[in-house]
Nanobody
Framework: VQLQAFGGGLVQPGGSLRLSCAVS???????MGWYRQAPEKERELVAS???????TYTDISKGRFTISRDNVNAMVHLQMNSLESGDTAVYYC???????????????WGQGTQVTVSS
């Protein structure tokens, strides 16, 4: 199972970015989500979405970010608005999936995309 994240970049405070992540090599996916890791900090959950579309937001994302998924194209998106300098981090997409031809459910991670919020 491979996850390819894209959409990061440099944005000014108050600006917006949309992250996307495409998943391939799977036979089934359940939970999908976004995590982030700032320098010298632990990785933390930003938001997640179940296969049925139930969304979970944390204090990081509530009211500013929106997670969505496209089950047809096996993608998960994170719309981030009102970005602050504290949102600067590497953002990782994550999913729980069963690989093509496999039987086990496992957690998989994308390579990360850098988001920098700075004037």
């Amino acid at each position: 199972v491979q996850l390819q994240a894209f959409g990061g970049g440099l944005v000014q405070p108050g600006g917006s970015l949309r992250l996307s992540c495409a998943v391939s090599g799977f036979s089934a996916i359940t939970e999908m989500g976004w995590y982030r890791q700032a320098p010298e900090k632990e990785r933390e959950l930003v938001a997640s979405i179940s296969a049925a579309g139930s969304k979970t937001y944390t204090d990081i994302s509530k009211g500013r970010f929106t997670i969505s998924r496209d089950n047809v194209n096996a993608m998960v998106h994170l719309q981030m608005n009102s970005l602050e300098s504290g949102d600067t981090a590497v953002y990782y997409c994550n999913c729980r999936a069963r690989a093509s031809g496999g039987t086990l459910w496992q957690e998989y991670w994308g390579q990360g995309t850098q988001v920098t919020v700075s004037s």
